[in-house]
């Protein structure tokens, strides 16, 4: 059977991007009655200087959201990294398995390497934390977004040379991403890049919790272009092609339908009907947030019931790479 991992850093509510083109996904894998893994990985929001209260408060909202989102507890384990010190232990032991200049070329290094003046090293490892991740749980399938790619490939190699030094014992990972466009959901202010929730201007992102007013003026300043009629051409149209492949998402068309609905609109009008759209969709889901942090007790114990789960699998893992490796002294 299929094992199926992903995680999410907490940086409080998900942005349209996460959301459809990992969120949903995993929702919909779990409906199937696929062995689901979720991790909040606040090991990896430390590699970048971030404010202490703030993390604490993003982890509960980003368990609140994927709950509101639709994964259930009940069926699958959500759980918080750095509740399992699993993670931080493979961690270490895959750190001898890569090299240098394979992680120095890794865009999201490049990319945000840059953004300080000294790298922390914590930056530098972050994929091989990654690879500890999926590795732990032996997963077999990860569903992300195009952007982590990279990462899962990084991934794969981990896997393949450990089983080469040490013996078969890892799946390489199968990425599982969006064949439609939902993998890569756009800036609204520069759609030459990807929404990120690390975007400077807070126009450029979506998020589950913006009330319908933020959603309609976010929609409306939306970068688009001197054309005023309605078509699909990424390359040439980037703006109003992410629209309507937002707008596709949400009410679950097709692209072709959503053009040829839109014949008769303008950019203005148009985008009023995709924020429409996007409000309708989220609504219950922005209903739920709410709900699910006012019990913050709850919180806590559903994230402590996951984390004693994937305990028990992470803590046999470490058992059999230190068997393989000739760590400690238990037989
Ligand atoms: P993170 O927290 O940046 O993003 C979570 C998920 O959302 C996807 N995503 C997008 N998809 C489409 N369009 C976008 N604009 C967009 N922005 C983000 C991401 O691809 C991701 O699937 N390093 C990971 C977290 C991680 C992880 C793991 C993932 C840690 N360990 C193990 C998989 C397996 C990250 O920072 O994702």
């Given at each position: 059977?299929?094992?199926?991992?992903?995680?999410?850093?907490?940086?409080?509510?998900?942005?349209?991007?996460?959301?459809?083109?990992?969120?949903?996904?995993?929702?919909?894998?779990?409906?199937?009655?696929?062995?689901?893994?979720?991790?909040?990985?606040?090991?990896?929001?430390?590699?970048?200087?971030?404010?202490?209260?703030?993390?604490?408060?993003?982890?509960?909202?980003?368990?609140?959201?994927?709950?509101?989102?639709?994964?259930?507890?009940?069926?699958?384990?959500?759980?918080?990294?750095?509740?399992?010190?699993?993670?931080?232990?493979?961690?270490?032991?895959?750190?001898?398995?890569?090299?240098?200049?394979?992680?120095?070329?890794?865009?999201?290094?490049?990319?945000?390497?840059?953004?300080?003046?000294?790298?922390?090293?914590?930056?530098?490892?972050?994929?091989?934390?990654?690879?500890?991740?999926?590795?732990?749980?032996?997963?077999?399938?990860?569903?992300?977004?195009?952007?982590?790619?990279?990462?899962?490939?990084l991934a794969q190699h981990l896997a393949r040379n450990f089983n080469t030094r040490y013996g078969e014992m890892f799946p390489v990972c199968t990425p599982m991403i969006e064949e439609n466009d939902g993998s890569r959901i756009l800036s609204l202010r520069e759609p030459s890049k990807k929404m990120s929730k690390s975007d400077q201007n807070p126009k450029a992102t979506i998020n589950l919790s913006d009330s319908p007013d933020v959603i309609k003026e976010k929609i409306k300043k939306a970068v688009t272009d001197f054309t005023s009629d309605i078509s699909y051409s990424p390359k040439i149209r980037p703006g109003v092609s992410n629209l309507v492949n937002i707008h596709a998402q949400v009410t679950g068309m097709d692209i072709a339908t959503v053009v040829e609905e839109a014949k008769q609109l303008d950019t203005a009008k148009y985008k009023e009907r995709v924020a429409e759209a996007i409000i309708e969709h989220l609504r219950p889901i922005r209903e739920k947030i709410n709900l699910n942090l006012t019990n913050r007790n709850e919180l806590i114990y559903m994230l402590e019931m996951g984390s004693e789960k994937a305990r028990k699998a992470a803590q046999q893992t470490m058992c059999e790479i230190k068997q393989r490796l000739g760590l400690g002294v238990n037989a």
């Amino acid at each position: 059977p299929r094992k199926i991992f992903s995680g999410i850093q907490p940086t409080g509510s998900l942005h349209l991007g996460n959301y459809l083109g990992a969120v949903r996904k995993w929702t919909q894998l779990q409906k199937s009655r696929e062995n689901v893994t979720i991790c909040i990985v606040d090991m990896h929001s430390i590699t970048m200087p971030h404010n202490p209260p703030l993390l604490r408060e993003n982890i509960f909202t980003m368990a609140a959201t994927l709950l509101a989102c639709g994964v259930d507890p009940a069926q699958s384990t959500l759980f918080v990294q750095s509740a399992v010190m699993e993670h931080s232990e493979l961690n270490w032991i895959l750190n001898s398995l890569t090299t240098m200049p394979r992680l120095a070329q890794l865009p999201q290094f490049k990319e945000k390497s840059r953004m300080v003046r000294d790298v922390p090293l914590g930056l530098f490892v972050y994929p091989v934390l990654q690879a500890a991740d999926i590795m732990l749980y032996k997963a077999t399938h990860v569903p992300v977004g195009i952007d982590q790619l990279q990462h899962i490939q990084l991934a794969q190699h981990l896997a393949r040379n450990f089983n080469t030094r040490y013996g078969e014992m890892f799946p390489v990972c199968t990425p599982m991403i969006e064949e439609n466009d939902g993998s890569r959901i756009l800036s609204l202010r520069e759609p030459s890049k990807k929404m990120s929730k690390s975007d400077q201007n807070p126009k450029a992102t979506i998020n589950l919790s913006d009330s319908p007013d933020v959603i309609k003026e976010k929609i409306k300043k939306a970068v688009t272009d001197f054309t005023s009629d309605i078509s699909y051409s990424p390359k040439i149209r980037p703006g109003v092609s992410n629209l309507v492949n937002i707008h596709a998402q949400v009410t679950g068309m097709d692209i072709a339908t959503v053009v040829e609905e839109a014949k008769q609109l303008d950019t203005a009008k148009y985008k009023e009907r995709v924020a429409e759209a996007i409000i309708e969709h989220l609504r219950p889901i922005r209903e739920k947030i709410n709900l699910n942090l006012t019990n913050r007790n709850e919180l806590i114990y559903m994230l402590e019931m996951g984390s004693e789960k994937a305990r028990k699998a992470a803590q046999q893992t470490m058992c059999e790479i230190k068997q393989r490796l000739g760590l400690g002294v238990n037989a």
